[in-house]
């Protein structure tokens, strides 16, 4: 039996004015195992803990009780009182009766019980109490910062210069953050990168700093002392040990992104280094992902390469690279339904990037076919039955790849649909035969005028594989009365023996029946071929009908009437010749399965409408009547042949198919898609390879980063032939695009993915830095100590409507203008409004946008902007002597030396013209802007116009900060800037040992101030390692080896992956070094296998025996 | 205010408690830093006889109603009738302070003691009375309804129709009901009215101040509607809406409320519904304030006009959606009568008109009344259409 000491304490009046102490120490005194009880005014002053040391030795007292206040104030004071006088720390509790009872209870007598039980309880637990001896952690002392911005530099170069290793993590291409883009810093008006830039070499030549700049923790693993951290070094695409910085690679990209480092003020390539001071000086390529256009393309066509190289003016080059995806450059660029345009980006800020005219234009510039280098033959042969678009783009790949492609075209002219589908205004014969000679230069054999039988007797004939691309020939009818009139034609029939020179004769009313682009097209054919009235009906509506609007629109300027919701229901005339058709009125009901509302028939409502001629184009089959009919080949129930959806192989090994033969009538894409597809197949098949292996389509990168201001720049219009001209002529209607028009036309591309991988830049680079298939990296550090300081971004512009940000291009944001003030800046340093390059006369600057606004935005004040803007205000003023700086704030701030007087300075000096109010609109007037606002002062209602805005955005921790945090295991507040362990005391660690914070990571801070809190970090970290071992609390977890079933509950439920598993004793097993003694493995244990030290099972249901009074 | 002219003041703790009780606690959250009077549509009138930036700290220094001189009270009255609740302050409010409130309950001390303008004091009566500010017979209510042959609601029915005090009465608004009867039985919903059990939603009088009548009209009608055995209401004012869907809770009154516009646009979608009949004008959409920025429709009403074929939809730049400029009519001011040069509607028709617009749809009556009146003194021949009438129009011509 222990022989236990309870030392009650006062606290002034603290404790003494709601607690009965005579009643308590009387009470206490009495209770088993108390060996001595006594009070004191302040027991944690000199002579209280002499009391306690005295009454130890004297009474031999082996386990003590202070009841006092929280032990989060005293208990370590108490414990080293004990340990002087050789008793084990671990021996002595706190009673806490001051936070949990006497400042919680009014009435005396209450709180005394309450004392009294709190006391009891206490002394239950420190009769089980063992002593502990804390366990020694070898430290590791190397330290890890994060982030390369001014912060993190004082951090790591404080460090280095003290002897330890340092390891600088910067996810940017170069160290400086922020304070890099600068222009001067209050209040001394330093210039930002004179000072900076110095320090930034510092880091990349110290001997002691290893400095991973373009990469991020991945992961980290163990605790303070001993950290494994994983950095992934992101793929660079330049080898920046060869890389010089020599800037040639520059001028060759064609690819135009915004400029993060000129806060998007400004252009800059896809192979970039971020400023010309970047440490290290080395080039980077900026690979975003696969865009939208390219991902929505079914033959995964490089769009956004050919655009860009376009709008360079490299438009044979950009042909080259259309080609290399899709053979069919001039067809696509006139017909093609164009899902890439569907999907650009740009569509959702006005018009969509004219691709297919882009395309059409490269491929027209085209003077004489390129000359290449054939590829090394193989000795395998491939037949391709049909020779439209499907067969054309097979053969074209697989002779791309070595083999011979022998096309078997039944007609005796190649094209296939293309040829007898699409008229001659839509797609010249020698626009076509471009695309065909240019797949013929690869060696691709066309035998026309040969139709084929069975297929599999091609295999028997010494062909090592087929495709079949047949097409869908066959015409749908409407199944009415009256069908078989003369002068009723079907689209494809009609459209054929036009296309192949047959002279047609229609009547003077022609009506077409049918929404598709065949519909259009044998309408403005029968136009040309004299029809004086042509009528479309279609059964739904405008928005439901499927063909080009483009086209829609081009017919109904030659003249041609569309009537919607209608359908026919019976032709009428006599003998036989057609004279009428009635038609039912129709209206749109429910949407069906494709999505469109389906159209129904309203009763009664029969019309008639008198016609001459009738083409009906309501779709086609395929045709299959050359296979046998006993054909091993599976079909659909509805007359297709049925292919692996990826592999285009049918249900005979080595037969392959795709196109309308497989689809029904499709576009043409997706018929080009197909032999794509298939070429890859019957490659891998021959090859004996895996056909299906890494098919799956890439998707579109999301994420996408938008111009500053989206400026709605109308999309370029091809010029086409006058609608007068076209009535009997087959003569394109479309005129193209001029050169000019194509190189603005491409440069509304917002470049989505980054670098195109055109490879102009390896061209151009002399030491063979460029490695495009570069690969990530994942890079294994081992570090001590871990100082984050990832920093700050401004709240987005675009949150902050009423002021016109991102509608305005001359509301810009403080790190914009910082950029205009800059002389490395887009103006070199004269400050010109974005919108016209002209040098504005009145500036409005406003403050706390986005701070101090809890209802819209955030509730904190950024601290920073008070000063900046100031500054702001006064440099404009010195760049433009005559102009007007007016800044709009609520307060101002100038908590700092020198703050105040450097806003005097703006006020006297230079008389910039400060308000009272917040502002609350800013619109645009004439060619400038009007801020509306309030002068609180005098009241007074103000719509003051200026030529510029700018706004002081609040500051944010940078994006990441959260997920960051999260890997770290470090607590962040609720805007995700990192908490710091003690407001006051502790202001540069983390709650969790071993993290030091420093920088805008923690909140919102100047210069001066990150650069000190930096140092005061760097200090905290020399301190840890000014020691060879920490020592570790003691009170960990323990196994009861007998009793753990090596369930691994606590495995998983413990945040500080503290936990190993003796495989051998099939027990798990505590690391002491990582555990904090936090207890969640207790909780969890099902068996009470897990026991926390000094707070057993035991000592817990004793205390709260005592507590309920049992 | 001065307590006395010209004299310095002492601070109230009195008034500002008394303000504080009747709902004016977001007074101390302001820092005055003025955003709310320049986006107040009197800073588009052009005046600065209302600075409404200034009343949180006259409340909380106590000095809203404090002067003992007559002349200096009466300006102050005619001050604080100017708010016409139309919360563009409240949706640009960096803190959200909820500063009709605060007019509000200075407004319920002037009607406490009777110092309120006299149209208001009629207004009031007259709903007291006979349940709708016009100062109508109870029993004619529902005869706008029984032209159309709509059915007085029965309990099992699906909808209750509340058609609001104006379209029910005014000749040229009953239109409004009419088309919403129209449309209904298009829909083929079992629908009715309650007719002479309604009484006026008491919105307008609530934030005139008037809160003892308004909380005596709002429990008639909650009981009526109980009884009627009513769960769920159809109406075509946005004041009715806010009222019954965030103000009759406190009373007691739950019911599911749906506004007109949010209806008509789920008929439509759900095919019930086909615009049809073309419409080749270019209309312009005014959005109420009570309906977008307190109640947050601002989609259906301009996907119904979008629906609408031919229709071409027109928008105010820089003043539509949260920034629509009120028509002046919210808040009593419906019933006083600004100077000219001092009326919103001026202002808001220059901007409707600016827009090149054949036809101004809205989807409130007040806004419609404020207009069409607007419009007739101006000389200008621009309908003004709700849009469940350009709505019915559309449909009804293909029946």
């Known amino acids: 039996m222990k022989r236990i000491g309870v030392f009650i304490c006062h606290c002034g009046r603290n404790i003494s004015t709601n607690v009965d102490i005579e009643s308590l120490v009387r009470e206490i005194a009495k209770y088993p195992g108390v060996e001595h009880c006594e009070d004191y005014t302040y027991m944690c002053s000199d002579p209280g803990q002499v009391i306690i040391k005295e009454k130890l030795k004297e009474k031999s007292l082996d386990a003590i009780v202070v009841a006092s206040c929280s032990p989060l104030l005293h208990e370590i004071t108490f414990r080293r009182a004990i340990e002087e006088v050789g008793l084990n720390p671990h021996l002595l509790e706190m009673a806490n009766i001051r936070e949990q009872c006497s400042w919680i209870h009014a009435e005396s007598e209450e709180a005394t019980k309450k004392a009294i039980e709190i006391i009891k309880a206490t002394v239950e637990k420190v009769k089980y109490n063992d002593a502990l001896e804390p366990a020694k952690i070898p430290v590791n002392r190397r330290a890890l910062v994060l982030g390369g911005g001014i912060a993190g530099i004082q951090a790591a170069l404080d460090i280095a210069n003290s002897g330890y290793e340092v390891i600088l993590v910067e996810k940017t291409p170069s160290v400086g953050g922020h304070m890099a883009q600068l222009s001067e810093t209050f209040p001394t008006l330093d210039c930002s990168q004179c000072i900076l830039t110095p320090k930034m070499v510092d880091v990349s030549h110290h001997q002691k700093i290893r400095l991973y700049t373009y990469s991020e923790v991945e992961e980290l693993a163990g605790s303070v002392g001993n950290f494994r951290v994983k950095i992934r070094k992101k793929a660079s695409y330049v080898d920046r040990k060869k890389c010089n910085g020599c800037a040639d690679c520059e001028p060759a990209c064609p690819v135009m992104m915004v400029n993060e480092f000129d806060a998007g003020l400004s252009g800059r390539k896809a192979i970039y280094r971020p400023f010309p001071q970047a440490v290290p000086n080395v080039y980077t390529i900026d690979k975003k992902g696969v865009p939208p256009c390219r991902a929505a393309c079914p033959a995964g066509v490089n769009v956004q390469g050919y655009v860009a190289l376009a709008g360079h003016g490299k438009f044979e080059e950009a042909l080259a690279l259309e080609r290399e995806d899709n053979p069919f450059a001039s067809v696509c660029g006139r017909v093609c339904t164009h899902p890439c345009e569907t999907d650009c980006k740009r569509s959702e800020y006005g018009d969509a990037v004219s691709i297919r005219a882009l395309k059409r234009f490269i491929s027209d510039y085209e003077k004489q076919l390129p000359e290449h280098e054939l590829p090394e033959p193989k000795k395998q042969k491939v037949a391709i039955v049909g020779a439209g678009p499907s067969g054309l783009s097979c053969a074209y790949f697989l002779a791309r790849r070595g083999y011979k492609a022998v096309v078997f075209e039944a007609l005796p002219v190649a094209g296939g649909m293309l040829l007898t589908g699409i008229p001659e205004f839509r797609l010249p014969r020698n626009n076509l035969q471009q695309d065909i000679e240019y797949i013929k230069s690869w060696g691709v054999d066309i035998k026309t005028g040969q139709k084929i039988g069975d297929p599999l007797g091609l295999l028997k004939d010494g062909f090592d594989a087929v495709y079949l691309s047949s097409g869908a020939h066959v015409e749908k009818k409407l199944g009415i009365g009256g069908e078989d009139s003369k002068g009723v034609f079907y689209g494809i029939d009609f459209l054929r023996r036009v296309n192949l020179g047959e002279k047609l004769e229609v009547g003077e009313r022609v009506a077409v029946v049918g929404g598709g682009n065949s519909a259009i097209d044998a309408a403005r054919t029968a136009l040309r071929l004299g029809a004086k009235e042509v009528t479309i009906i279609y059964r739904r509506s405008l928005t439901e009908m499927p063909a080009d609007r483009d086209e829609i629109e081009e017919a109904m300027k030659e003249g041609i009437k569309i009537r919607f919701l209608a359908t026919p229901v019976s032709f009428g005339g006599e003998a036989g010749t057609l004279a009428e058709m009635t038609c039912l009125q129709m209206r749109l009901g429910l949407p069906d399965e494709s999505g469109r509302r389906r159209p129904e028939p309203i009763p009664g409502s029969e019309f008639a409408i008198g016609v001459d001629t009738v083409v009906v184009t309501i779709g086609q089959a395929p045709d299959l009547s050359y296979l046998p009919p006993d054909t091993e080949i599976s079909l659909s129930t509805w007359g297709s042949i049925l292919v692996d959806d990826t592999t285009k192989q049918t249900s005979v090994p080595g037969i392959f198919a795709g196109g309308d033969a497989v689809r029904g009538p499709d576009t043409v894409i997706w018929a080009i898609a197909d032999g794509k597809e298939a070429a890859v197949s019957i490659d891998r098949y021959l090859a004996g390879e895996d056909m299906k292996l890494n098919r799956t389509k890439p998707e579109a990168m999301k994420d996408i980063v938008l111009p500053r201001v989206v400026k709605d720049n109308l999309r370029q219009v091809a010029r086409t032939m006058p609608v007068a001209e076209r009535v009997g002529c087959f003569s394109e209607v479309s005129l193209g695009l001029t050169a000019e028009q194509a190189k603005v036309e491409a440069l509304r591309c917002f470049a989505c993915g980054g670098c195109v991988e055109c490879h102009e830049c390896e061209k151009v680079c002399e030491r063979d830095a460029i490695v495009h298939g570069m690969r990530s990296e994942v890079v294994e550090e081992e570090v001590g100590a871990i100082v984050v300081a990832t920093g700050f971004e401004l709240y987005p512009l675009s949150k902050i409507r009423e002021y016109g940000a991102g509608k305005y291009e001359d509301v810009i944001d403080g790190l914009q203008f910082e950029r205009l003030l800059s002389a490395s800046g887009p103006t070199g340093g004269e400050i010109r409004r974005p919108s016209d390059n002209s040098v504005p006369k009145r500036i409005a600057f406003i403050s706390c946008v986005g701070s101090r606004e809890p209802e819209h935005h955030l509730p904190y004040c950024s601290k920073i902007c008070c000063m900046y803007n100031t500054k702001h205000a006064l440099l404009y003023k010195e760049r433009v002597p005559d102009g007007e700086a007016i800044v709009f704030s609520i307060d101002i701030r100038t908590a700092g030396k020198n703050y105040e007087e450097f806003f005097m300075r703006a006020k006297e000096d230079e008389n910039v013209l400060y308000l009272r109010g917040k502002p609350s609109r800013v619109m645009k007037e004439g060619s400038g802007l009007v801020v509306w606002t309030t002068d609180t002062l005098t009241g007074r209602p103000l719509k003051v116009k200026c030529d510029m805005v700018v706004l002081s955005m609040a500051v944010l921790p940078s994006a990441d900060a959260i997920a960051l945090a999260k890997k770290l295991r470090i607590q962040t507040n609720g805007h995700g800037f990192f908490n710091e362990a003690h407001p006051k005391l502790r202001p540069v660690e983390s709650l969790v040992p071993g993290f030091f914070l420093a920088g805008c990571a923690q909140t919102p801070k100047d210069i001066p101030e990150s650069v000190a809190q930096a140092s005061a970090a760097a200090s905290k970290v020399l301190e840890m390692f000014s020691k060879r071992e920490l020592t570790a609390e003691p009170m960990v977890v323990v196994i009861d080896e007998e009793m753990c079933s090596c369930c691994r509950l606590c495995v998983v439920t413990c945040p500080y992956e503290a936990r190993e598993i003796d495989e051998e004793k099939n027990i798990v097993r505590i690391n002491e070094a990582l555990c904090m003694g936090c207890g969640c493995c207790v909780a969890a244990c099902p068996s009470g296998a897990s026991q926390q030290k000094n707070l057993v099972e035991e000592q817990i249901s004793r205390m709260v025996e005592v507590i309920l009074g049992q | ?399």
């Open chain 2, 1 to 399: 205010m001065a307590n006395k002219k010209n004299v310095v003041v002492e601070i109230n703790p009195e008034i500002r408690e008394a303000l504080v009780e009747m709902g004016a606690i977001d007074a101390y959250k302001c820092y005055q830093c003025g955003k709310c009077a320049s986006v107040c549509p009197w800073f588009q009138v052009g005046t600065y006889e209302f600075l409404v930036f200034r009343f949180p700290l006259e409340t909380v220094l106590g000095l809203i109603a404090s002067s003992e001189d007559k002349d200096d009270l009466a300006k102050e009255v005619e001050k604080l009738y100017r708010c016409v609740g139309c919360e563009a302050c409240v949706d640009q409010c960096p803190l959200g302070v909820k500063m009709p409130q605060i007019l509000r309950s200075a407004r319920r001390i002037l009607v406490d003691f009777g110092s309120y303008p006299e149209n208001l004091k009629s207004v009031v009566q007259k709903i007291r009375n006979v349940g709708n500010p016009l100062g109508e017979l109870r029993e004619g209510r529902s005869d706008w309804a029984s032209k159309a042959a709509v059915k007085s609601f029965e309990p099992g029915m699906d909808l209750m129709y509340f058609a609001c005090c104006l379209p029910s009465y005014d000749r040229r608004l009953q239109n409004i009901a009419m088309a919403t009867a129209g449309l209904l039985e298009i829909v083929g919903v079992d629908y009715g009215i309650l007719g002479v059990k309604e009484s006026c939603c008491g919105e307008a009088i609530r934030r005139v101040g008037a809160e003892k009548v308004y909380e005596e009209t709002a429990r008639s009608n909650i009981e009526n509607f109980r009884e009627a055995g009513v769960s769920k209401v159809l109406v075509t004012s946005p004041h009715c809406y806010v009222t019954f869907k965030k103000e009759y809770p406190d009373l007691g009154g739950e019911f599911d409320v749906i506004h007109a516009m949010e209806y008509f646009w789920d008929c439509i979608e759900s095919g019930k519904l086909t615009p049809k009949s073309s419409f080749q004008k270019k209309v312009v959409y005014h959005d109420p304030c009570t309906l977008g920025r307190q109640s947050g429709i601002y989609e259906a009403p301009r996907n119904i006009l979008k629906s609408i074929p031919g229709l071409e939809l027109l928008e105010v730049e820089d003043f539509s959606r949260n920034l629509s400029l009120c028509c002046g009519a919210g808040s009593g001011a419906l019933w006083i009568d600004w100077e000219k040069g001092e009326r919103m509607a001026d202002i808001r028709i220059k901007q409707l008109l600016d827009t090149g617009a054949e036809i101004i749809a809205v989807a409130c009556p007040y806004c419609l009344q404020m207009f069409e009146e607007t419009l007739k003194a101006m000389g200008v021949d621009v309908p003004v259409m709700d849009i469940s009438e350009i709505l019915y129009d559309s449909i009804r011509e293909q029946q």
